[in-house]
């Protein structure tokens, strides 16, 4: 029974093709694979996967439709409670979380419910099936920015019958899911089509519009979701950080994955790739920025990052197409300094070796350089990806939402900021996070922005 | 969607648009600035709000022709719609009585202190303004910010209007005339170092608005940093105005120069693109 020991692998695009365009790597079951994978399921009566599901979606249910033959159908299933499952197959996680609590890993892998669930998503948006539209409640909610945590929260807020607008400062719908996620992991028209699904619900949203006051919005509207996500990234703080050549990755990645820069000049918004290219830090924004700089042409890629491999926060899997693709990893070492040629740009990286010492606050074991062990990488593209805070400017013009010391929008377990009738969720609370954490974020905020209504006799 | 109620050009490379947009103008202050994508394959650009007005729900945003996307804001007639506009973005200009106050302008500057010199005059202040160009040609907005001045000093390089010579010099001789109590400067990076290093010498706080590169404009990219005292501050939403004694004006330049060797590669292909859609 060796294929027992497996979960079936989604068929995926051969190397050497794929780093050379923005096409999407993996590409998806067979109805034949779905069929047999999801026939492993055990049906359980007490799903552990479901509890790991920050969106709770009825995972046997809709595995067992898949296994009837019935796509379209497994994906109503899903988005009794996901708005986003075309989004959530291909970026959630699933091996910390549902498939995490998987009851066949006890003896053999996981079912792949996140290769299913996108199976199921795009068998559905294949049949276009068009969802039944709710009857629009008295109350009118705001929900500020149209990313994962808004959109989730603004679908949920349909589905009960409210009557929802969403605000989107940038020029796109998606948030992160357009900016962020480069194409070849997240197609844009997949998100396109979600955001449909989300439209089609009854919610309103609003382009280009920049929320400033709070107050102003709950003159209008009776709850305000604040999703307005990630903010200004992090950097190293180290001598030539400003150096042209040097980017955030939000910056390289929104260049890219928003603005188009890889079909320049037909897109106008330039990006200048090196020969080689370092990114620092390794976590899932990290592989992003390295596989993009090869599919721009670098000639080499390397991630460095001041811990060791058990360390980097980036999934499994993302880490082994990046070593697939031929990014070199440069662990236990840290950048110092940063110097430029005669022309201004970056050149060189000073970095020094680190080693392990005792757990940190964060549990994992922190770097400690090792004296005397400075050298000079050359290279031409640095990318800063370590992290971001999140976006300031709701705090700044609002200061009756009470923040932390990092900029954080500051919530109670169930959302709730410090302003009556204001709830938040996503990177503008957590800082930088994942997609399926900022839509859980989301999903608690509707659930409890429809309690808080009920009690204020807000609702029909 | 903001449709272009009128544009005219005030000198050859300079443009004046005036735009629907009522919750823009509802919002704006001295000093704000708007994100604009003039088609769809455009890059986002800031640009300065000149002059808005409430009542009529529209704004004025003066530009100058620099480049791909600059061309294609250019091409788009009276009566068409600017696909994408955001704002008002960015911390307004400092705005109080601070007694005689000089505001220098140079380039399509001259135009971006309008509304600050407004505001300024308003809030009880004695403004002298001092702009500079290249010559004569070029001087724009002097009809109105001659009305909202205690006083508009000219200079341009060849002497074709008002003074020959640079605007430090008319700055200089207004600091040795009376005490100033502030000064504020926009226009090119030059030129407002220039201003900044006048200034120090004579220990008056100097305000410049910068002109960085910017993506989303709102506070996520990064991509506007600049060192101010020794630390990264962000343009966007910590700016565009910072105290121009601590602005690392060499960073700015350097960072300003990024893709100085694409932008033309981008123009060809916008002139390109407009020649088949005009021919």
């Given at each position: 029974m060796a294929e027992d020991k497996t979960n079936a692998r989604m068929r995926e695009r051969p190397v050497a093709e794929r780093i050379r365009d923005f096409e999407e790597v993996p590409l998806g079951y067979t109805a034949q694979q779905a069929v047999a994978e999801a026939k492993r399921c055990l049906q359980c009566k007490d799903p552990k996967c479901v509890k790991g599901c920050p969106v709770e979606i009825d995972i046997p249910a809709f595995i067992k439709l898949i296994a009837q033959g019935l796509p379209a159908e497994a994906a109503s299933k899903i988005k009794e409670t996901?708005?986003?499952p075309a989004v959530c197959g291909r970026v959630c996680p699933q091996e910390e979380q549902c498939e995490l609590t998987c009851i066949l890993n006890a003896k053999k892998a996981p079912i792949a419910i996140g290769s299913l669930e996108r199976f199921a998503a795009e068998a559905e948006s294949k049949e276009n099936t068009e969802p039944r539209r709710s009857a629009a409640g008295s109350a009118s909610i705001a929900v500020i920015g149209s990313g994962p945590a808004g959109l989730t929260c603004a679908g949920d807020l349909a589905k009960l019958g409210y009557q929802v607008t969403v605000f989107e400062s940038l020029h796109v719908i998606g948030g992160v899911l357009q900016y962020g996620?480069?194409?070849?992991?997240?197609?844009?028209?997949?998100?396109?089509?979600e955001v449909q699904y989300v439209k089609?619900?009854?919610?309103?949203?609003?382009?280009?519009?920049?929320?400033d006051e709070i107050d102003g919005l709950l003159k209008e509207y009776q709850a305000v979701f604040v999703g307005s996500g990630a903010g200004l990234p992090n950097f190293l703080g180290v001598p030539g950080e400003n150096l042209p050549g040097v980017y955030s990755a939000n910056e390289f990645l929104f260049r890219v994955n928003m603005m188009k820069a890889y079909k320049f000049p037909e897109y106008l918004t330039p990006v200048k790739i090196g020969k080689k290219v370092a990114v620092i830090g390794a976590g899932n924004v990290a592989m992003d920025a390295a596989r993009v700089s090869l599919r721009l042409g670098a000639e080499e890629v390397l991630i460095v990052y001041r811990r060791s491999r058990g360390e980097m926060p980036a999934r499994r899997e993302e880490i082994v197409r990046c070593e697939e693709e031929g990014v070199k990893f440069h662990l236990l070492t840290a950048p110092i300094a940063l110097y430029p040629d005669q022309s201004?740009?970056?050149k060189e990286m000073e970095c020094e070796k680190m080693e392990l010492g005792e757990p940190d606050q964060s549990g994992r074991r922190r770097p400690i350089t090792v004296p005397g062990s400075e050298f000079k990488l050359p290279i031409d593209t640095v990318i800063v990806a370590i992290g971001n805070s999140p976006n300031p400017l709701i705090i700044r013009r609002n200061p009756g939402v009470r923040a932390n010391d990092r900029g954080g929008i500051i919530v109670d377990d169930r959302q709730a900021t410090s302003l009556p009738g204001v709830f938040a969720g996503g990177d503008i609370v957590r800082g930088s996070a994942t997609v399926i954490s900022a839509m859980g974020d989301g999903k608690r905020a509707a659930r409890r922005i429809d309690e808080y209504l009920r009690a204020a006799g807000q609702r029909l | 969607m903001s449709e272009i109620l009128s544009r005219k050009s005030l000198s050859p490379n300079v443009f004046q648009i005036t735009v629907a947009a009522p919750a823009i103008a509802a919002g704006a202050r001295a000093g704000q600035f708007v994100v604009i994508i003039p088609a769809t394959q455009a890059e986002r650009i800031p640009l300065t709000i000149a002059d808005s007005d409430q009542a009529k729900g529209t704004i004025t945003i003066i530009f100058q022709?620099?480049?791909a996307t600059t061309r294609l804001l250019t091409s788009l007639q009276v009566g068409e719609k600017i696909p994408h506009i955001l704002g008002p973005l960015g911390v307004p200009s400092e705005i109080e009585k601070f007694g005689r106050v000089v505001v220098v302008g140079g380039g399509v500057g001259i135009a971006e202190i309008y509304p600050v010199v407004k505001a300024l005059t308003a809030a009880g202040n004695e403004v002298v303004t001092i702009v500079g160009a290249r010559n004569k040609e070029l001087l724009i907005f002097q009809s109105?910010?001659?009305?909202?001045?205690?006083?508009?000093?000219?200079a341009t390089d060849d002497g074709s209007s008002g003074r020959k010579g640079f605007v430090t010099e008319?700055?200089?001789?207004?600091?040795?005339e009376r005490p100033v109590q502030r000064v504020i400067a926009v226009g090119p990076v030059p030129m407002m170092k220039a201003c900044c290093d006048l200034t120090r010498e004579a220990g008056i706080k100097t305000i410049v608005s910068l002109n960085t590169l910017m993506l989303d404009a709102t506070g996520m990219c990064g991509v506007c940093r600049v060192k101010v005292g020794g630390e990264n501050r962000f343009a966007c939403v910590e700016g565009p105005d910072f105290d121009g004694h601590l602005v690392d004006f060499a960073d700015l330049t350097s960072r300003l120069g990024t893709y100085k060797d694409l932008e033309k590669k981008a123009d060809d292909h916008v002139c390109r693109l407009l020649r088949g859609k005009n021919g």
């Open positions: 996901n708005s986003l996620i480069p194409e070849f992991r997240l197609p844009k028209k997949i998100v396109d089509l089609s619900l009854g919610v309103k949203i609003v382009s280009d519009h920049l929320v201004g740009w970056v | 022709l620099a480049g109105e910010l001659s009305v909202v001045s205690c006083q508009l000093l000219v008319l700055l200089a001789e207004a600091i040795k």
